[in-house]
Structures are given as C-alpha cells and as structure tokens.
C-alpha cells in the first residue's frame, strides 16, 4: 500500500512556517529570516520513500490589508492551500496575541480534510500561555489533531511527522520519487541572494527588490564542476540601488560573498556570482513585471 498526499501549512507571516517546512522535508527549501513576509511564493517540499510520498506546502503569510498587487498574489497562493489539501497545519506561534477572527483562519470552518493544530515555539513560552492559545483555537475550530512544537530545534517535529503519515489516504507517486520541490535551481539561487539581502539590509530595502537569475551556465574548470550565475536585482528606486551598491560597491560586495558561499554549499560546486542592480519603477504594482518574477 502506498500513501501519498499534499500537506499543506498556512498562517500569519514570521510564525515559523518556513522553518517547519525545513524540519520536515529535511532540506533548506524555504527562505527563512526573522523579518515577516519572507516567503512570497508557494513552494513544495517533497519527502520520498518506498512506501511514502508526502508534498509539504510552505505558503506566504495571510497579510490583511494588501498594500501592493503582489500582495495580493501572494495572499492568492495562501487561499490556494485550501483548494488541494489532503492535510492542512495550521501553524500558531504560541507568543503573539490570539486572533481567530482573520480571513485565512475563518476559511478552515469549512475544510473537510484533516486540520492539525501545531502551537510553535513552545520553548520561549511557558505552560500556562500554552494552555490559553491551545483552549481558545479549540473553542473557534475543531482539530484532528493539536501538536506544540519548536520548528527552530525541531522539539516535536518527529511526533508531527508520524502522525501526518498516519492520516495521509492512499494514493499515487505525483512526482518522481527522486524529486525534491516542485522548483527548479535557478528560483532557489534567487531565494538564497534574496534571503542574504534580509538579513543585510534594513527598512524598506528588503522588501522593495525582487532577484531575478538571468544566466545560469554549468560547465568544468580545472577539472571540477564550476557554474556562472548573473542575477538582476530589481528594486522600485533610484535611491534603493544607492543602498544596495553601497559606498564604492562595499555593500554588494559583502551580499555577493555571502550569497556566493550559500549558493556553493547548496549546489556543492564553485561558482561565480555576478550581481547587477536594476531600477524597475514600482515594479510591486506592474502587472506584467509580476508576471515576469513568477507571480501567477
């Protein structure tokens, strides 16, 4: 008997979704950082075995109050998770105030299939506060299944795992079981230059550019597997290039070595980065640029 089937995990921004995702699948699939709105787009996570295939959802946080069309479409790929679940998580972090009452959580009164409760970051937190979340989500929603965890130290993750195989129906390979994500390299070399530039940068840069890998060329150097990768920074003004260059290059130049030195351990080869930065005028509101970037 093979099982098989989409898990599928939605909540706020910054409630440790990435992270979860990462603890699960066993791989760096999601950007993860302290900011909020680091994840923009959905992104499959998928673990194989012989008698297993489980495909692992990480999606952008719901925001409320969109104040740009990729917003919008990412809250888009939020709503997306309830139309293909096999299992849903919803994923509480377990120190922020409880809110029941939002537009993404008040869609699970009508989801059919599992709903697994998981109250995070359990391990900054103490026995009470964890009680009053976990009573106040059951008094709003019914769960299968209530799971606290630390996504950070993965603190039970493996109890999750289990019990997501337990409930998973039978079904069919929906991929190659040597498949890992449902992405190809080039959108995670984009997503590790993008991740460096959170944690670099500060106030609004982060959130105003969008990395795009125009050349991604594979070939041997000195006898080893070598890769040339350019990729464009697009960011919505003159003013955020200034930032992101930094006086005479200093600052690309850090965000180069450091996303070089991610991108080499994730790949397992040398490569060389070049890194250009692009003025796409509020390119957050351009339809057509949105497309470009994989906003569909």
Not at 103 to 127: C, G, M, W, Y
Not at 280 to 294: E, I
Request: negative net charge.
């Amino acid at each position: 008997m093979h099982k098989s089937g989409f898990v599928n995990i939605i909540g706020e921004p910054n409630v440790g979704k990435s992270t979860l995702m990462n603890a699960l699948v066993g791989d760096k699939m999601s950007v993860i950082n302290r900011k909020p709105q680091t994840t923009r787009h959905r992104i499959m996570g998928i673990f194989n075995d012989d008698e297993y295939q489980i495909i692992f959802s990480d999606t952008p946080g719901w925001i409320e109050s969109p104040g740009y069309k990729m917003q919008e479409v990412m809250n888009k790929f939020s709503y997306s998770t309830f139309e293909d679940a096999d299992i849903i998580l919803l994923i509480i972090d377990v120190l922020r105030p409880i809110d029941v009452d939002n537009q993404l959580t008040l869609r699970l009164s009508n989801v059919t299939v599992p709903k697994f409760l998981i109250l995070n970051k359990i391990d900054a937190s103490h026995e009470s506060q964890i009680k009053e979340v976990k009573d106040s989500w059951h008094k709003a929603f019914s769960f299968n299944e209530t799971f606290e965890v630390s996504a950070k130290d993965e603190t039970g993750v493996v109890d999750l795992f289990n019990a997501i195989k337990s409930a998973l129906p039978e079904g069919p390979e929906y991929y190659p079981k040597d498949q890992l994500t449902d992405k190809p390299e080039r959108f995670f070399i984009s997503e590790m230059i993008r991740g460096q530039i959170l944690a670099q940068y500060h106030q609004e840069i982060p959130y105003s550019v969008e990395v795009e890998i125009e050349e991604f060329k594979e070939s041997i150097l000195r006898g080893e597997d070598f890769v040339h990768i350019r990729a464009n920074i697009h960011v919505s003004r003159k003013t955020q290039k200034a930032i992101l260059i930094g006086k005479q290059g200093a600052a690309i130049k850090q965000l180069g070595i450091a996303s070089r030195k991610d991108i080499e351990e994730w790949l397992g080869k040398r490569i060389h980065l070049e890194l250009y930065v692009r003025v796409s005028d509020d390119w957050r509101n351009d339809t057509n640029k949105l497309k470009q970037f994989g906003y569909k």
